[in-house]
């Protein structure tokens, strides 16, 4: 097949229509080669060139049309606009092929000249550009519009969603509970929710101020720099706890976000503000902490606080170098309590307390209540140990006026031990067992008045408080033992029985009176153990007793001391009918000593288990009977048998002649307890004197150092074996 | 991927160039803004091939996706479609199998809306604005979930758009779970840039005309693209020139060149 022009020409043996399409198909690959190049189309190079028959064929319908029109050429020009041929280069590479090959290969008819189809082929190259610039105008045009609508659309869509997100944000801010203020960089509040007006009192409240000026006395001085760090771009952001003036003048306290609103190049724009109103929950903290921190009876800080105080003053780290502690236990309290009720004695205290507070006089003074009756102060860094007696003394002279309560005067005194030196070593527990063991020096000292804390006090003192770390376990150990102290018949100087009085043998401070360790085991509880195994050795002492003198008219009896919290164990009546059953015991020689302040205030239920006990058979002594509130009265509905009369009534006739007075009081006694069925035991007697007005006065029994000292059951023995000698 | 609620709207700005119309202004398209044509003149300059690596891309794109039809597969999810301009996917897969249905995803506000205009009554077919940085949001769109059933093959077309997310976007986890989102017979089609240009300062100068753009364009290597296709069975022949995968006609000079600058590569999934 021939390539050139010649050949169209030439090929004697096709068809002129057959040529036509060869010689078209040529100048269609001509024209293909040329453009494809410089056109955006998708499709491939067969495709297009089969998209460009139809077009050369309308250029050489046109050139070689009878009657010459240019114009169909013009939608030559359009459909390759429409085949993406709309690069600029494309027009001079389109047009130049028809140029150069159009009547070349699609030649015009023979009767048309040369020059006519140069002319001819100029006009259609013409029309094609006007074609193909209508197109292409068209074209740009329609596609200008739909990408401006399109952009517009998008710009309105993005808008609707701005201002949707926008209702949404206002719905957000306006409903927020939390208040959120929007202030721009100079502090200018800009915008505030209805939540943040609400907190505040009112907008304008907020609106008329500068965010730097809200500035609140409770608020910590250090938070103040903040907002100024943040505005100068310091800090994104802080989060604190700020303290507003509200309109009304009352306090917000508001937990506090603050954060810096930043635009797109980062620079601050803004300062966003989250508040929560805290005020109530903050109130409610500190009431809780008020009530965690102090006394619900006197308002006084509490122990908690004290010890709280006392470890921040002790502490080597902190601020305080010295302290002064006043370690105040009233004098006499227990007593006001126990005969007046819980009542009286509480009124007391609230009356005391306010004294106490009274006696303060600057603010590194703090006193608490730390326990019933105890009381103490603490002084910061005072001055010196004069300012610690100082106050010392004005706490015992705060407590000189009677406290008139009920119309009655009471007394009450304090015992205060006094500890002052530097911080260091020492804790707050070793502190104030200094302060208690040297208030007790004071007490033992006779009361009302301030010891202050030495070593050589306090090791003395010490050794007594080691003996609560060893009494639980010492029943156990075995370390307890009973001795007994007779009592004497006063009319025949026969011995009726014993006191049963227990021992402690303890390992390193020896033998231990029941005065030294009785109230221990009774702020322990260990009394209730204690007692009982108490009550079982001298239970069966008295059976031994009982089997060695069969047949007296008055077999020994045994008494045995019964603790006011024994009183009210409610083991106590089985137990006691346990004790008489297993000893076989009779009821009738065993007596029980209760004392006066355990009964008087006693109502009917507390006295339930004793009377319970008196019905058993067994008698029931009242002890130290006169120290206390004697109600005379309570004698005769007390299920009572004997009364022991405080040694304080024979102290005045240990000599001839006797006390007068205190021998008409006992007399009056006497004759009272007589007239009640009660006999009478005198403790405390260390004189012959004693005894013999004892017995003239009509007093039944005797018990003391003139007969005999408390000892071993042995001891009783023989003395009984030598009184019946 | 960000931080903005959802209900915080998408800003539009016209004052700085769109990847989709700077690129139908290299197709020879009036779908672009004077601040598109500053770019892409300045991107011309550095780099004259451009517009024939886009008409390349489109070619490989119409081959594959008859690749697709031939198989079988009459659903495509074509992510990154910019402006619709011709020879669209849903153009070539609708000649070639009437009712076959197509995804456009797209996160120019503008490209999203013009192709709404265009593809408006073709109920074959249709747009989702989401971003290739968020698949989920791909597969989950209700549009996305309208047209394509996810049991049946689907052929997936990332012509052109992996290469503007860089590697701190990790394009193989997102390409990994637009995979398993697809049914076993789905084909993937990637095409991106690569290093291939006249002078490394082309190439820069060419990078930089993106940087401009909010997506900046990344160059990989045929190595680089390979754990894109993790799952997939690249078909012959590889991740190869634009120009050189399955050619249906005879290469040319200009296909040379466009050639150097584009790879493309279609994985079969199993």
């Not at chain 1, 047009?95 to 040369?114: E, M």
């Not at chain 1, 530097?422 to 804790?427: A, H, I, L, Q």
């Not at chain 1, 077999?555 to 009546?573: A, G, K, M, T």
């Amino acid at each position: 097949m021939n390539t050139g022009p010649a050949g169209a020409w030439g090929g004697a043996g096709h068809r002129p229509e057959q040529d036509e399409q060869l010689n078209l198909r040529r100048f269609v690959t001509i024209w293909c080669r040329a453009i494809y190049s410089v056109t955006a189309t998708s499709m491939t190079r067969g495709e297009f060139e089969a998209h460009l028959i139809p077009q050369a064929r309308i250029l050489h319908e046109a050139l070689r049309a009878e009657r010459f029109d240019p114009r169909p050429a013009a939608a030559v020009g359009a459909a390759l606009v429409d085949a993406h041929c709309t690069d600029p280069e494309a027009l001079p590479s389109i047009l130049g092929v028809i140029d150069a090959y159009l009547v070349l290969y699609c030649p015009p008819d023979p009767d048309v000249s040369a020059d006519e189809a140069r002319i001819r082929c100029s006009r259609l190259q013409h029309a094609v550009a006007v074609g193909f610039s209508q197109a292409l105008r068209e074209r740009t045009l329609v596609e200008q519009e739909s990408i401006s609508r399109a952009a517009l659309g998008a710009q309105a869509e993005a808008e609707r969603a701005l201002a949707a997100s926008e209702a949404k944000f206002r719905a957000v801010f306006e409903g927020a509970a939390v208040g959120i203020g929007i202030a721009d960089m100079d502090g200018n509040v800009t915008e505030i929710n209805q939540a943040a007006a609400r907190m505040f009192g009112g907008e304008a409240h907020i609106r008329r101020r500068n965010v730097r000026d809200w500035v609140h006395p409770e608020n910590d001085p250090g938070t103040r720099g903040l907002n100024g760090e943040l505005v100068r771009g310091e800090r994104d952001g802080y989060h604190i706890e700020k303290a507003y003036a509200r309109a009304d003048g009352s306090v917000l306290w508001a937990n506090l976000q603050v954060s810096l609103l930043r635009d797109a190049a980062g620079d601050p724009q803004y300062q966003l503000a989250l508040l929560e109103d805290i005020t109530e929950r903050r109130g409610l903290l500190q009431r809780l902490r008020h009530q965690a921190t102090h006394d619900a009876l006197t308002g006084l800080p509490n122990r908690a606080l004290f010890f709280e105080r006392l470890d921040q003053a002790l502490d080597p780290e902190g601020p305080t170098t010295r302290i002064g502690l006043c370690y105040l236990d009233l004098d006499g309290f227990k007593t006001v309590n126990d005969s007046l009720g819980h009542a009286v004695g509480d009124r007391l205290l609230v009356d005391v307390a306010e004294r106490l507070q009274d006696c303060i006089t600057s603010p590194d003074q703090l006193v608490a209540r730390i326990g019933g009756d105890e009381f103490v102060a603490l002084y910061t860094d005072p001055p010196g140990l004069t300012a610690v007696t100082d106050l010392a003394t004005r706490i015992l002279e705060a407590l000189a006026a009677p406290v008139t309560l009920e119309e009655r005067d009471l007394r009450v005194h304090g015992s205060i031990g006094i500890v002052h030196g530097p911080v260091g070593s020492r804790g707050a527990a070793d502190v104030l067992r200094s302060a208690d063991i040297t208030m007790y020096r004071a007490k033992e000292l006779g009361g009302n008045r301030y010891e202050v804390a030495d070593p050589d006090a306090d090791a003395r003192a010490i050794t007594r408080h080691g003996l609560t770390n060893r009494l639980p376990g010492a029943l156990e150990r075995g370390e307890f033992f009973v001795e007994y102290q007779p009592l004497i018949g006063l009319e025949n100087g026969a011995v009726l029985g014993a006191e049963a009085l227990v021992r402690w043998g303890h390992p390193v401070h020896g033998v231990l009176g029941p005065d030294q360790f009785i109230p221990l085991a009774e702020s322990t509880g260990q009394i209730v153990p204690l007692g009982r195994w108490v009550l079982e050795q001298a239970a069966r002492q008295a059976r031994d007793w009982h089997r060695e003198h069969p047949g007296a008219d008055h077999p020994p009896r045994v008494n045995v001391n019964l603790s006011p919290i024994q009183l009210h164990h409610r083991d106590l009546v089985s137990e006691i009918a346990a004790v008489l059953d297993e000893t076989g015991l009779p009821p009738g020689a065993l007596c029980l000593e209760v004392t006066e302040s355990a009964l008087i205030g006693a109502d009917e239920d507390a006295l339930k288990p004793l009377r319970r006990i008196a019905d058993l058979g067994v008698a029931i002594a009242l002890d130290d009977f006169g120290t206390g509130y004697s109600n005379l009265s309570s004698l005769r509905w007390l299920p009572l048998s004997v009364l022991k009369l405080d040694r304080a009534f024979t102290r005045g006739m240990r000599r001839h002649p006797a006390d007068p007075v205190d021998m008409k009081i006992v007399e009056g006694i006497v004759s009272l307890a007589h007239s009640l069925d009660l006999t009478v035991t005198v403790e405390g007697v260390e004189t012959r004197a004693q005894a013999e007005h004892l017995r003239a006065l009509g007093c039944d029994h005797g018990q003391g150092w003139y007969y005999a000292r408390p000892g071993p059951p042995e001891a009783l023995h023989r003395l009984s074996l030598a009184d019946a000698g | 991927m960000t931080e903005r609620p959802s209900w915080a709207p998408q800003g539009i700005d016209l004052t700085v160039p769109s990847v989709s119309r700077v690129y139908d202004y290299f197709l020879g398209g009036s779908h672009n803004f004077e601040v598109d044509r500053e770019a892409a003149r300045v991107a011309l300059k550095a780099f004259p091939g451009i517009p024939k690596i886009g008409q390349a891309n489109r070619a490989v794109m119409r081959r594959a996706v008859q690749f697709a039809v031939d198989r079988g597969v009459r659903q495509f999810l074509d992510i990154g479609s910019g402006i619709p301009t011709f020879g669209n996917v849903h153009e070539v897969a609708q000649a070639a199998a009437p009712g076959a249905r197509v995804v456009y995803v797209d996160n120019d506000p503008v490209a999203v809306a013009h192709s709404k205009a265009v593809l408006d009554g073709n109920p074959d077919a249709t747009i989702a604005a989401a971003d290739l940085r968020d698949p989920l949001s791909i597969l989950e769109h209700p549009e996305t979930r309208r047209l394509l059933d996810f049991d049946e093959p689907i052929a997936l077309m990332l012509v052109a758009v992996v290469h503007f997310l860089p590697d701190a976007d990790r394009p193989a986890e997102i390409i990994a779970t637009l995979r398993d989102a697809l049914a076993p017979g789905s084909i993937m089609t990637i095409t991106h840039a690569t290093l291939g240009g006249p002078t490394p300062e082309g190439q820069r100068a060419a990078q930089e005309v993106y940087q401009r753009t909010a997506t900046p364009l990344l160059m990989r290597t045929p190595e680089e693209l390979e754990p894109f296709f993790a799952g997939f069975e690249v078909v012959e022949p590889g991740i190869v020139p634009l120009s050189y995968w399955r050619p249906e006609a005879p290469l040319t000079e200009d296909d040379d060149t466009a050639a150097l600058h584009g790879l493309a590569g279609v994985g079969l999934k199993a």
